[in-house]
């Protein structure tokens, strides 16, 4: 009989996010504004081993809620509307905060 365990495929199965409270990366207030846990789940995300497939996985489905890959909703758009004008890929673009900020970045700013 085989004990050991077997590897899990599934990236969300390997998340950093998979023992926390799911409410902490579902992080918006009643009216909208970002709650000040947003921070705390950026930071798991960051650190995370699976953000690329997160990220890249909510920017393809068009996730509309919550914290993905250490993006929120509203950056997610952002980086949506970056591909679709560039034919960039997620994956080219690991630096979400860059790609969240186009501007900033063309400007030669970091």
């Given at each position: 009989m085989d004990t050991e365990p077997?590897?899990?495929?599934?990236?969300?199965?390997?998340g950093a996010c998979r023992d926390s409270d799911p409410d902490l990366f579902f992080p918006l207030t009643w009216d909208g504004r970002p709650a000040p846990h947003?921070?705390?789940?950026?930071?798991?995300?960051?650190?995370?081993?699976v953000r690329l497939p997160c990220l890249t996985w909510a920017?393809?489905?068009?996730?509309p809620d919550g914290m993905w890959g250490g993006t929120t909703p509203d950056e997610r758009r952002r980086i949506r509307s970056t591909r679709l004008?560039?034919?960039?890929?997620?994956?080219?673009?690991?630096?979400?905060?860059v790609?969240?900020?186009?501007?900033?970045?063309?400007?030669?700013?970091?």
């Open positions: 077997r590897p899990t495929l599934h990236w969300a199965d390997r947003t921070a705390m789940a950026r930071r798991i995300c960051l650190s995370c081993p920017v393809e489905t068009g996730e004008k560039h034919s960039y890929e997620v994956e080219d673009h690991a630096d979400w905060q790609m969240s900020r186009p501007h900033k970045h063309h400007m030669g700013r970091k």
